[in-house]
């Protein structure tokens, strides 16, 4: 929302732009707001507190995400790493009939964990020595950036979920 208000304003009327602005301003605050309360929340809760210090000793993991995993994803730690996968929206599915074989694809899950999981990612593939070697093998492997991004995300995850699981921080073999 905030965004929209953002592009409203590059061409919005002089007359109105004021009145955007002011709203901008109010929908920082309550973002602002938000994130504390989640932040409090977190804190607060020893569960929630050790999942959050599981999922940030992974390099690329910050506190967008490791919040966003365990406010949108109870089920991380509990399902398996397909499951967990699929849920998200970052697991291939395979488009084959008969004897045609089709492209696979990602489809459904839960968008708002998979675009803040997407930027973290990002992240990774710079960061992370596990998740960089991996995007650069697919790379070197022809595989469009994009695609080797999701592969990528969906190891990330899976590696997530494993942490959780197994209630053990992240460690280079």
Same mark, same amino acid.
């Given at each position: 929302?905030?965004?929209?208000?953002?592009?409203?304003?590059?061409?919005?009327? &002089?007359?109105?732009? @004021?009145?955007?602005?002011?709203?901008?301003?109010?929908?920082?605050?309550?973002?602002? %707001? $938000? %994130?504390?309360?989640?932040?409090?929340?977190?804190?607060?809760?020893? $569960?929630?507190?050790?999942?959050? +210090?599981?999922?940030?000793?992974? &390099?690329?993991?910050? &506190? #967008?995400?490791?919040? #966003?995993?365990? #406010?949108? +994803?109870?089920?991380?730690?509990?399902?398996?790493?397909?499951?967990?996968?699929? +849920?998200?929206?970052?697991?291939?599915?395979?488009?084959? #009939?008969?004897?045609? $074989?089709?492209?696979?694809?990602?489809?459904?899950?839960?968008?708002?964990?998979?675009?803040?999981?997407?930027?973290?990612?990002?992240?990774?593939?710079?960061?992370? &020595?596990?998740? @960089?070697?991996?995007?650069?093998?697919?790379?070197?492997?022809?595989?469009?950036? @994009?695609?080797?991004?999701?592969?990528?995300?969906? @190891?990330?995850?899976?590696?997530?979920?494993?942490?959780?699981?197994?209630?053990?921080?992240?460690?280079?073999?």
């Amino acid at each position: 929302m905030r965004l929209s208000e953002q592009n409203r304003l590059d061409t919005a009327y &002089p007359s109105a732009q @004021k009145s955007i602005r002011h709203h901008i301003r109010f929908l920082e605050r309550q973002i602002k %707001d $938000t %994130d504390t309360e989640i932040g409090s929340r977190i804190k607060e809760s020893e $569960t929630w507190r050790q999942a959050d +210090l599981l999922l940030q000793s992974v &390099p690329g993991v910050g &506190p #967008t995400l490791s919040s #966003t995993l365990i #406010t949108d +994803l109870p089920e991380l730690g509990i399902l398996s790493n397909r499951q967990i996968a699929a +849920l998200v929206g970052v697991a291939p599915f395979a488009r084959d #009939t008969g004897r045609s $074989t089709g492209k696979r694809f990602c489809k459904g899950g839960r968008n708002s964990i998979r675009r803040v999981l997407y930027m973290a990612t990002i992240a990774a593939t710079r960061f992370n &020595p596990i998740i @960089k070697e991996h995007y650069q093998k697919l790379c070197s492997y022809g595989k469009l950036k @994009k695609v080797a991004l999701i592969a990528c995300a969906r @190891k990330l995850l899976v590696t997530l979920n494993a942490i959780v699981r197994n209630n053990r921080a992240w460690q280079v073999k």
